[in-house]
T-cell receptor
Framework: EDQVTQSPEALRLQEGESSSLNCSYTVSGLRGLFWYRQDPGKGPEFLFTLYSAGEEKEKERLKATLTKKESFLHITAPKPEDSATYLC?????????????FGKGTKLSVKP | DAGITQSPRHKVTETGTPVTLRCHQTENHRYMYWYRQDPGHGLRLIHYSYGVKDTDKGEVSDGYSVSRSKTEDFLLTLESATSSQTSVYFCAIKSAVSNTGELFFGEGSRLTVL
């Protein structure tokens, strides 16, 4: 069964304190792994797509990496505005079009 | 901005009543999706559409039906709402110009079934 597990469930950081969020996945052939940011009361906002082990993507203070079993979202010198829930999702080869399997998310709080 | 509008944004209804949620898009995307989001669960696919009058079931389709009579509108109907359908519902599209599979989501419709 395709599955996505995110850890930790919640993470509190001080402003400037770098850290990483983890997304472990089991899937029958990975078509793509996706990271989203979700603010309270809003829809998920697309951040990155990764396709193959070793791939990396960066956007401002965020960097996503991918191995054959997991992905990391590294946050460098976070600011309070980075506070949000970060969602990881995978799409499997042969899966229904657009059927992304989502993890439960990591809620990040960055204190000034 | 993926040009998605969901309506209503908030609705409170009673058990047994029918409810229809609307997703409207302005950019002629072929693929549209309905997901639900609940505490303790990740987003889960309810139904999706790959064209006008072409729809298919997702992971949690029981109790829901959909219709797509125009490219721009994708309707989600709960024929007889139950308390277990209290949730936040998100519509999503797959960009017509993207080959990379990511979805873009609307702002959500919060449904409470009493």
């Amino acid at each position: 069964e395709d599955q996505v597990t995110q850890s930790p469930e919640a993470l509190r950081l001080q402003e400037g304190e770098s850290s990483s969020l983890n997304c472990s996945y089991t899937v029958s052939g990975l078509r793509g792994l996706f990271w989203y940011r979700q603010d309270p009361g809003k829809g998920p906002e697309f951040l990155f797509t990764l396709y193959s082990a070793g791939e990396e993507k960066e956007k401002e203070r965020l960097k996503a990496t991918l191995t054959k079993k997991e992905s990391f979202l590294h946050i460098t010198a976070p600011k309070p505005e980075d506070s949000a829930t970060y969602l990881c999702a995978v799409q499997a080869h042969g899966g229904s079009q657009g059927n992304l399997i989502f993890g439960k998310g990591t809620k990040l709080s960055v204190k000034p | 901005d993926a040009g998605i509008t969901q309506s209503p944004r908030h609705k409170v209804t009673e058990t047994g009543t029918p409810v229809t949620l609307r997703c409207h898009q302005t950019e002629n995307h072929r693929y549209m999706y309905w997901y639900r989001q609940d505490p303790g669960h990740g987003l889960r696919l309810i139904h999706y559409s790959y064209g006008v009058k072409d729809t298919d079931k997702g992971e949690v389709s029981d109790g829901y039906s959909v219709s797509r009579s125009k490219t721009e509108d994708f309707l989600l109907t709960l024929e007889s709402a139950t308390s277990s359908q209290t949730s936040v519902y998100f519509c999503a599209i797959k960009s017509a110009v993207s080959n990379t599979g990511e979805l873009f989501f609307g702002e959500g419709s919060r449904l409470t079934v009493l």
